[in-house]
């Protein structure tokens, strides 16, 4: 109980659609007339949920709804939801910029929020001058930064150009920089949202091993908002998922994350019906009708993780009988620039089909995925053999294969994205 | 259970609410950001005339055309008597003061608009911004009044009867009220223009106005001898008491009434307050509107 360092209590927020502002002139007359006999702002009872795909019947929309948690004292929590699930505004009101419409927040310790890096920075003044500017904007005092100063710079990378106006910076050494003053800040809770994103990759990796070097060694309690669900996995040890401005899910960070995968695009998935593809080659007894890929946890999800098992589910429509001893299927995954990497064929697995006897499905089971993150798609052949003449039903590019980047060598650090496969092997 | 209780909910060391008391006026967190404070300050001295060809030379060009301008229409085309003070530098008293008072107004009243872009990303005492505004126009001021002294000592040398009285040393005083005043009217508007932006086309022509009834380029006298039935606007303008105030001490010309000396403070420090408080009221939620 006494760890408990911040305390959000019933938090929403409400925002007027349309135009800008809480309202009309209108609006505010009668708000303030209610809030003179004593009454409550009359505008509070209406309000649809935030929904952005739907069309509401008010012009009042709740961002954020009835938002209840607690982060204890070193917790690295990870807020991750879609865009416009309330996320930003979340961290909008506990970064004190803007302020809730009904509920509370209460902290015991010094926030800083980074929404984003270089707030403040001035093209005219040079980047020793930016660095003090910048640190004060965050919350250091100048005691502070001028001991942190030569670590700053050195850490930046910048050092040759630091006398020299920022404008004259390219837009990644800018980016560089700013991360630098911020990765030195020392708050009690320090909220970030999706600022990794600066630099080149050799930045980024340093950048990413100071955040884990912040939540890990530190003690610091640290609220991170992405949309990088390898960062999430690796740096949080906890999750909430947003969802329509309020809170859908609260666990770990890998039940989170997988949470949020399998109920992303829910809606778009189950409408999806392969039979309506044309563009499919074969005879047409048996026809390929959906394609399900599963996490471990047997979950339906539109994203998997590098190196984790994941099951690709295919159902057929029956529209003939079949000797089932006469069936030649394949599975191939393919890189962007449709390049085989991997096929699954049943004649070299000895597949037998004997089980289409009392079901229209076949699971591939894929025990780990050797494949780095990017987006490949699946190309499925179902014949009497190999051979084009005697193809019953394929279809090239069935569905993508979103693969997000993991933790493949189980060493803390997200291993790189790019089309290609990720092997098991150690050097020694 | 009770010990239990009060520490429980005793040792929050904030909370976010939707409403603000009051008269919550943070001034500790404004002192606790003093570093930022100064830092801003030395932001805006450093950029303002980084890459023009004249820089600070044009903190002095505006006053000394404008105090031509003003001692060809007013005194030599429009007849306004100054008294034994030389026109020219009566008219440059009251710009030096005036500009102070507009520089403050018209810088902090923009707070919210120009700064959208740092307040929707990361939070300090929103107070910084304006009172930044007021410091760093000190320095503007400070050269404009240094430029004032050369021309004074300019005509004291060529015999005009002029001179500096006791009450000099309330200069500091009148300053502070100018600056005060600016900052308090400032954040008023700015926290209206938020959600008006009619506001801000008022403030132009607004400014104008003001400056013609708050004794810039005339005496009160005259005005009171010429219009007394509209004399009140003028005499009951904390703005034109300052303005003759700072003549009477500089230039030894005009008076010093000490109820209008007590008038103009607090009312001063009513503006002030009153603009601290709805400042504070509007940063809570202006991103939302702007």
Same mark, same amino acid.
């Given at each position: 109980?006494?760890?408990?360092i911040?305390k959000i209590?019933?938090l929403s @927020?409400q925002?007027r659609?349309g135009?800008?502002?809480?309202?009309t002139?209108g609006d505010?007359?009668?708000r303030?007339?209610?809030?003179?006999?004593?009454?409550?702002? &009359?505008f509070l009872?209406?309000?649809?949920?935030?929904n952005r795909?739907t069309?509401g019947t008010s012009?009042y929309?709740w961002?954020?709804?009835d938002?209840?948690?607690?982060?204890?004292?070193?917790?690295?929590?990870?807020?991750?939801?879609?865009?416009?699930?309330g996320?930003?505004?979340?961290l909008?009101?506990?970064?004190?910029?803007?302020?809730p419409?009904?509920g509370?927040?209460k902290?015991?310790?010094?926030?800083?929020?980074l929404l984003?890096?270089?707030?403040?920075?001035?093209?005219e003044?040079?980047g020793r001058?930016n660095?003090?500017?910048?640190?004060?904007?965050?919350?250091?005092?100048?005691k502070e930064?001028?001991a942190k100063l030569d670590?700053i710079i050195?850490?930046?990378?910048?050092?040759r150009?630091i006398?020299?106006?920022v404008?004259?910076y390219?837009?990644?050494?800018?980016?560089r920089?700013?991360f630098?003053v911020a990765?030195?800040?020392?708050? !009690?809770i320090?909220?970030? !949202?999706?600022?990794l994103?600066?630099? !080149?990759?050799?930045?980024q990796?340093k950048?990413?091993g100071?955040?884990q070097?912040?939540s890990?060694?530190?003690?610091?309690?640290?609220?991170?908002?992405s949309?990088?669900?390898?960062?999430?996995?690796?740096?949080?040890?906890?999750?909430i998922?947003?969802e329509?401005?309020?809170i859908?899910?609260?666990?770990?960070q890998?039940?989170s994350v997988?949470?949020?995968?399998s109920?992303?695009n829910?809606?778009?998935?189950k409408?999806?019906?392969l039979?309506?593809?044309?563009?499919?080659?074969g005879?047409g007894?048996?026809?390929?009708?959906?394609?399900?890929i599963?996490n471990?946890k047997?979950?339906?999800?539109?994203?998997?993780i590098?190196?984790?098992p994941?099951n690709i589910?295919?159902s057929?429509?029956?529209f003939?009988?079949l000797?089932l001893n006469?069936?030649?299927?394949g599975?191939?995954i393919l !890189?962007p620039?449709?390049q085989?990497l991997?096929s699954?064929?049943s004649?070299?697995m000895n597949?037998?089909?004997?089980?289409?006897?009392n079901r229209n499905?076949?699971v591939l089971q894929i &025990?780990n995925l050797f494949?780095?993150?990017s987006?490949y798609s699946?190309n499925?052949?179902?014949?009497?053999?190999t051979?084009i003449?005697?193809y019953?039903?394929t279809?090239?590019d069935v569905?993508?294969l979103?693969?997000? &980047?993991?933790d493949?060598?189980?060493t803390? @650090?997200?291993?790189r994205?790019?089309?290609f496969s990720?092997? &098991?092997?150690?050097?020694? | 259970?009770?010990?239990?209780?009060?520490?429980?909910?005793?040792d929050?060391?904030?909370?976010?609410t939707p409403k603000?008391?009051?008269f919550?006026?943070?001034?500790?967190e404004?002192?606790?950001?003093?570093?930022l404070?100064?830092?801003?300050v030395?932001?805006?001295v450093?950029?303002?005339?980084?890459?023009?060809?004249?820089?600070?030379?044009?903190?002095?060009i505006q006053?000394?055309?404008?105090s031509?301008i003003?001692?060809?229409i007013?005194?030599?085309?429009a007849?306004i008597?100054?008294g034994?003070?030389?026109?020219?530098?009566?008219n440059l008293?009251?710009?030096?003061i005036w500009?102070?008072?507009?520089?403050?107004?018209?810088?902090?009243?923009s707070?919210?608009?120009?700064?959208?872009g740092?307040?929707g990303?990361?939070?300090f005492?929103?107070l910084?911004?304006?009172l930044?505004?007021?410091?760093?126009n000190l320095v503007?001021?400070g050269i404009q009044l240094f430029?004032f002294?050369?021309f004074?000592?300019?005509y004291?040398?060529q015999?005009?009867d002029?001179?500096?009285n006791k009450?000099l040393?309330?200069f500091?005083v009148?300053?502070?009220?100018?600056g005060?005043l600016?900052?308090g009217?400032?954040?008023?508007i700015?926290s209206?223009v938020?959600?008006?932006r009619d506001?801000?086309?008022?403030?132009?022509?607004?400014?104008q106005?003001l400056?013609y009834?708050s004794?810039?380029?005339y005496p009160v006298?005259?005005?009171?001898?010429?219009l007394?039935?509209y004399?009140?606007?003028v005499?009951?303008?904390?703005?034109s008491f300052v303005?003759e105030t700072?003549?009477?001490?500089l230039?030894n010309?005009?008076v010093?009434d000490?109820g209008?000396?007590?008038y103009?403070?607090?009312?001063t420090?009513i503006?002030?307050?009153?603009?601290i408080v709805?400042?504070n009221?509007?940063?809570?939620?202006?991103?939302?509107t702007?």
């Amino acid at each position: 109980m006494s760890n408990i360092i911040l305390k959000i209590e019933n938090l929403s @927020k409400q925002y007027r659609l349309g135009l800008v502002g809480t309202g009309t002139m209108g609006d505010d007359l009668k708000r303030w007339w209610a809030n003179i006999r004593g009454k409550e702002d &009359p505008f509070l009872k209406i309000g649809d949920i935030n929904n952005r795909a739907t069309r509401g019947t008010s012009n009042y929309i709740w961002a954020l709804k009835d938002i209840n948690f607690e982060v204890q004292q070193g917790e690295v929590l990870g807020i991750i939801g879609k865009n416009g699930a309330g996320k930003s505004t979340l961290l909008k009101i506990l970064s004190k910029i803007t302020s809730p419409t009904t509920g509370s927040i209460k902290s015991k310790g010094r926030v800083a929020s980074l929404l984003e890096v270089g707030t403040g920075f001035h093209g005219e003044m040079t980047g020793r001058e930016n660095i003090y500017l910048n640190g004060a904007i965050l919350g250091m005092t100048k005691k502070e930064i001028n001991a942190k100063l030569d670590e700053i710079i050195e850490f930046s990378g910048c050092e040759r150009y630091i006398d020299t106006p920022v404008k004259r910076y390219s837009s990644g050494m800018t980016g560089r920089l700013a991360f630098a003053v911020a990765a030195f800040l020392e708050p !009690d809770i320090l909220i970030i !949202d999706e600022v990794l994103a600066v630099g !080149d990759a050799e930045f980024q990796k340093k950048a990413i091993g100071k955040m884990q070097e912040i939540s890990k060694g530190g003690g610091r309690t640290v609220l991170f908002v992405s949309h990088n669900m390898a960062a999430v996995k690796s740096l949080c040890t906890r999750g909430i998922v947003l969802e329509n401005g309020g809170i859908v899910y609260e666990g770990s960070q890998d039940e989170s994350v997988e949470f949020y995968l399998s109920n992303k695009n829910k809606d778009q998935r189950k409408t999806f019906n392969l039979l309506k593809r044309e563009d499919r080659l074969g005879s047409g007894e048996w026809k390929l009708s959906q394609i399900e890929i599963l996490n471990k946890k047997g979950k339906i999800v539109n994203e998997v993780i590098s190196g984790e098992p994941i099951n690709i589910k295919l159902s057929f429509e029956i529209f003939e009988k079949l000797d089932l001893n006469k069936i030649f299927l394949g599975v191939a995954i393919l !890189d962007p620039q449709e390049q085989k990497l991997v096929s699954f064929l049943s004649d070299e697995m000895n597949l037998d089909f004997k089980f289409f006897e009392n079901r229209n499905f076949v699971v591939l089971q894929i &025990p780990n995925l050797f494949l780095r993150a990017s987006i490949y798609s699946i190309n499925v052949q179902l014949g009497h053999s190999t051979k084009i003449e005697d193809y019953i039903d394929t279809i090239e590019d069935v569905s993508k294969l979103h693969v997000l &980047p993991g933790d493949f060598w189980n060493t803390g @650090k997200v291993n790189r994205s790019g089309s290609f496969s990720i092997f &098991p092997g150690r050097f020694n | 259970m009770m010990q239990n209780n009060t520490e429980n909910n005793g040792d929050w060391l904030f909370e976010i609410t939707p409403k603000n008391k009051l008269f919550s006026l943070n001034l500790k967190e404004v002192w606790q950001y003093r570093d930022l404070l100064m830092l801003f300050v030395k932001r805006d001295v450093v950029t303002a005339y980084k890459q023009t060809i004249l820089g600070p030379l044009w903190y002095l060009i505006q006053p000394l055309f404008t105090s031509v301008i003003f001692t060809l229409i007013f005194n030599n085309v429009a007849n306004i008597s100054t008294g034994s003070v030389p026109p020219f530098l009566f008219n440059l008293a009251g710009i030096t003061i005036w500009n102070y008072f507009t520089a403050c107004f018209s810088g902090t009243s923009s707070t919210f608009s120009a700064n959208a872009g740092i307040f929707g990303k990361v939070y300090f005492p929103r107070l910084i911004m304006p009172l930044s505004v007021v410091i760093s126009n000190l320095v503007r001021f400070g050269i404009q009044l240094f430029i004032f002294m050369v021309f004074f000592v300019y005509y004291y040398s060529q015999g005009a009867d002029i001179g500096f009285n006791k009450y000099l040393v309330l200069f500091p005083v009148m300053v502070l009220i100018m600056g005060m005043l600016g900052l308090g009217l400032g954040m008023i508007i700015s926290s209206m223009v938020t959600k008006y932006r009619d506001l801000k086309i008022l403030v132009g022509f607004g400014m104008q106005l003001l400056m013609y009834i708050s004794a810039v380029m005339y005496p009160v006298a005259y005005f009171v001898e010429k219009l007394p039935k509209y004399a009140w606007v003028v005499e009951y303008n904390p703005l034109s008491f300052v303005i003759e105030t700072v003549r009477y001490m500089l230039l030894n010309t005009g008076v010093f009434d000490i109820g209008m000396f007590i008038y103009t403070l607090i009312t001063t420090i009513i503006v002030l307050f009153l603009g601290i408080v709805i400042f504070n009221k509007a940063e809570k939620n202006f991103i939302d509107t702007i």
